[in-house]
RNA sequence: GUGGGCGUGGCGAAGUGGUUAACGCACCGGAUUGUGGCUCCGGCACUCGUGGGUUCGAUCCCCAUCGCUCACCCCA
């Protein structure tokens, strides 16, 4: 048992998890840049009340998931629950505005969040997300949603479905909002207690609460979807008819909400059945107010967030296996004392031409060490004893047809790169 | 915060109220001298999560506690 265990909700990834982690952050990088996005990378904790106000005091997130703390100068912070706010305070605070817009940016960390862990959840966990902050023509919102789309095909998922919905801006939610209370008004009482605290936080969500959203009265309720303004109306219908030509699959979800307070008008998720009950894969929408609140111009912006632990859990739900780990084109044996020192001097040399090589330190016998060849896939074992440290060479021994030959310890480099391929 | 499941050697996994707690994998060593992947032989458990209790006696029974895990809520 050991005795130090690492903090709940966290997770140790090891080296041949490494492979999968690297396989998707780097593909990710790769298709946000062909699409034009740059990478901008914040702090990992912020002053607390960036959170408060870009992602909302009444959210879930802020009233109990985050992981604030005070700092020795009495300064209160926060390890980042999300990556949207984050980025836009540095857009605000270095003043990108100031540059071409939309600003195309992307981000790829891990975020925080103190939630009872389960499939799919953890404390700490790692996002990447793009943020497009400059406009709001709908045609950026395609694209965002494109993206996305394009992300999970690359990394070979292709059984998701895209919700959609929009959620309207200040104006439609907050008329929305007074007809959707008068509806629900005579049925309150009737409501469970969770829906009963949701009346004056957060009354979209009682729409598609499990419990009452067979209610006859709830079922009639007025959505925001159908209650948008013209102009939200318009853009929506936009969305949807870019979406269209693009031939991008999706499903209107009139009571899909958003669980962030910055959120307006396009909102988004990208759900994989096969990952648990956790299975939003990727979220996001569209998020107009949130530059002016933090304090910059009124510039409007959308984005998403992928969850890459979700991700590696669909992938691996699929068999999906990147690339294995590479393998050693040498592995030095030395038998003996006296052949240490020229293993040392070979392994040098083999790395000096750029060939992957590692050496055997055990100490053991030569069949053992030759397992140990065997064991990491090593294309050549060198073998030096006190035969060829007295002549002078070293036996290359092809692990594969087990042919092998003596070479002059100089010869050893052009050898071994010769038959690989691989000098550099 | 609430509820379910689980906690046996590095990993996977049996098991019983009572002398030496299976097995598989991995690991280490050996099977003619300096030669691997197969086979064979051998080796490898100071607390059966922790702390109490019941009992003549508990890894198996009870209580507590910690941890893991799944689900609710919510989210990526």
Avoid at 15 to 28: G, I, N, R, S, Y
Avoid at 48 to 64: A, N
Avoid at 192 to 203: A, L
Wanted: glycine content about 10%; overall charge negative; charged content about 25%.
């Amino acid at each position: 048992m050991a005795e130090y265990a690492k903090p709940r909700g966290t997770a140790d990834i090891l080296p041949d998890d490494a492979l999968e982690w690297q396989f998707v952050e780097k593909t990710a990088q790769q298709l946000f840049e062909s699409y034009q996005y740059r990478e901008i990378r914040t702090p990992i904790f912020e002053h607390t009340e960036i959170f408060e106000r870009g992602v909302g005091d009444t959210t879930d997130i802020v009233t109990r998931e985050m992981y604030t703390f005070t700092d020795r100068g009495g300064r209160s912070v926060t390890l980042r629950p999300e990556g949207t706010a984050g980025v836009a305070r540095a857009f605000v605070e270095n003043r990108l505005y100031g540059g071409p817009l939309p600003a195309k940016l992307y981000y790829n960390g891990p975020m925080f969040r103190y939630e009872t862990p389960q499939a799919g959840r953890y404390r700490q966990f790692y996002h990447y997300g793009v943020e497009v902050i400059g406009t709001d023509d709908p045609r950026s919102d395609a694209e965002v949603i494109e993206v996305a789309d394009r992300l999970l095909r690359t990394m070979g998922i292709e059984s998701f479905g895209l919700e959609l919905n929009s959620v309207g801006c200040p104006v439609c939610r907050a008329d929305h909002k007074v007809r959707l209370l008068e509806h629900l008004e005579p049925v309150r009482q009737d409501l469970c207690t969770d829906c009963q605290e949701r009346f004056e936080k957060n009354p979209l969500r009682i729409l598609d609460c499990k419990k009452d959203g067979n209610n006859p009265t709830v079922l009639s309720a007025p959505t925001i979807t159908d209650s948008l303004c013209d102009s939200c109306a318009g853009h929506f219908a936009a969305v949807k008819m870019y979406l269209d030509a693009m031939a991008i699959p999706y499903q209107v979800v009139k009571t899909m909400v958003r669980g962030l307070d910055y959120y307006t008008q396009t909102a988004f998720e990208f759900v994989e059945s096969s990952i648990g009950a956790q299975s939003t894969i990727l979220g996001g929408g569209r998020y107009n107010g949130l530059i002016r609140m933090l304090g910059g111009p009124d510039l409007p912006g959308i984005g998403f967030a992928g969850g890459i632990e979700r991700l590696l859990l669909a992938r691996a739900a699929h068999g999906l296996k990147s690339a294995p780990q590479n393998h050693p084109d040498a592995y030095v044996i030395a038998l003996g004392e006296a052949a240490r020192e020229a293993s040392v001097r070979v392994l040098y040399a083999l790395r000096q031409a750029g060939i992957s090589a590692d050496a055997d330190y055990s100490g053991h016998g030569l069949k053992a060490q030759l397992k140990a060849a065997d064991r990491v896939g090593a294309t050549f074992a060198l073998l030096i004893g006190d035969d060829e440290v007295k002549s002078g060479t070293v036996a290359v021994r092809n692990m594969a047809t087990k042919e092998q030959t003596s070479v002059n310890e100089t010869a050893v480099v052009a050898t071994i790169a010769e038959h690989t391929g691989r000098q550099g």
